[in-house]
C-alpha cells in the first residue's frame, strides 16, 4: 500500500483524544467536575470522529480533456475520485511541471448541488455530496501548457477528509498523463513565389498554358474546348468565329524544411517570454510549412539531431500540415556525433527548394547546406540566433566574464562560417517575420538554375 493510501487520524484527532484520556482520570481522582464539564463537548467529538471513521479507500481515475493543444492553450485536468460514506470533502491538486501553469477557472456548479464553488489555480476543494452517474465525483483542474513539446501534466494528488477532520485520506499520488502542445506558428507571410515548380497543382503560374486560374490570352475555339471558357463578347464582334479564353497552368513545388535541433542555446520562457534558438526554429519551421502548404505546395520536413532524427515525407493537404506540427512537438535537442552528411538521405530531387531553420553553430547543418547548394539546388537558411525584435544574434546571459568572452570568440568564428556557406551559394536570412524571405525567393526564382537529385 502507497504511503498515505488510508484513512489515518488527522492531528486535530489525536490533540482531542489525548486531551481526553489525560483529563478525564485527573478530574476523577481529583474530584474536579468542572474540569469534566470542559472537556465533554471535546469527548464528544471524539466519539462522533470513532464513528463514522469510513471504512473504505476511495477509488480514483485520472484523465485530461485534451491529447493535442497548441502552445498557450488551455485543457481541463479530471480527477474523477469516489465519495465514500462518511467523507466530508475531497480535495485534488497538481504537482508543479515545467511550462505547465495552473488556471484559474470559473465559479462552476457541482453535478447535483446548485452552490458555486471557488476553483483555486492548480487544486479544488469540493464537497462529496455531487455524484456522476457512475458515484465518482469529479474534480477539474485548469492547466495552461506554455511551450511545445510533450509535457507532463501530473501527478494530481488528491485526498479527502472525514467529519471534524478527524480521519484523513491521502495525499495520494495518480500518476501523470503526457499533454501534447503543438507549435504555434510566427506570423509569416510572402509575396514571393517558390522558385522552379514542377508540379500541375498549386498557386504558382506556369510559364506554358494549360488549366489554371490566371488569364492568359484569348485564341481560336479547338475541338475539346469547354464552352464555358468561349468569350462571348469577342465572339461576337468577329466574322462568325468562336475565341475562348486560355489560362496559364497552375503549378506547385516541393519545399523541404531542414530543421536544425543539434543545439538550443538561450532559456526559453515559454510563449509570450523570451525564445531560445529551438523555440525560433520550431516556430519559424511551423510558419514556413502553414505558408507552403496554404498555396498548394508539397512540403516536407527532415529534423536534424542525435536523439530525434524525426522524417516527415512529402505531402500536401491540412491533415499533412497537422502531421508536420505534431512531429515539431516530438523535437528534442541532442548533438549527434560527427556524421558524413554525404550519407544523409534527404529525398530531395531537382527544382527543390531547401529551407534550413538553424542557430548555425552545428558543422554538420552547415556543411549539409552547402553541399546541398553544390547540387544545383535552391537553399535558404533561417539564422535561428537572430533575436526577431532586435535583429541582432541574441547575446551571452553568462555573467562570467571568462563565458562571456568565450561566447564572443564564438560568434566570430559562427561569422566566418557563414560567410563561408554564403560563398557557395547559399542564402542566408535572419528570421524577422513576414517578408522574410521575399528578396531571396524572388531572387533564387530568377537564377532558373537545375539541379541533380540529392
Known sequence: MARGDAWRPAPALVRVVTVVLVTAPVAL????PDLLVLVSPLAMVMAWSLATRPDRLPARRFALSHAQVREGEQALAVADVEPVEHADVLAAALSPAPFVEGVPLERRTVVEDADGIEIQPTSVVVDARGR?????????????????????????????VSPWGSFRWGPTAIEPLGLRAIPEPVAFDSSAPAPHPRGLVGMHRSARPGQGSEFATLRPFQVGDRLRHIHWPRSTRGNGELFVTSSYADEDTH???LLDAHYDLGR???????ASSLDRSVRAAAAVAEHFLHQGDRVSLRVLSGRTPLTVPVGTGRRHGVRVLDTLSRVVPAAAER????????????????????????PDALTQAAMLARRGLPVVVIDALVEPSRGEVVESAEKDPLARTAWRIRMLERDREVRAIRAEGVAVVPWLGAGSLDV????LGRRGRVGRPA
Open 440 to 443: 531571396v525567393l524572388r531572387e
Open 339 to 362: 556524421t558524413d552528411p554525404a550519407r544523409v538521405h534527404l529525398g530531395v530531387s531537382a527544382g527543390t527548394l531547401v529551407v534550413m531553420i538553424s542557430a548555425l553553430v552545428s
Open 132 to 160: 456522476l452517474d457512475d458515484g465518482l465525483r469529479r474534480l477539474i483542474v485548469g492547466v495552461r501548457v506554455t511551450r511545445w513539446g510533450v509535457r507532463r501534466v501530473g501527478p494530481v494528488q488528491v485526498g479527502a
Open 29 to 32: 481522582l481529583w474530584r474536579r
Open 255 to 257: 519545399v523541404a524544411v
Open 268 to 274: 526559453s520562457g515559454g510563449v509570450g517570454g523570451r
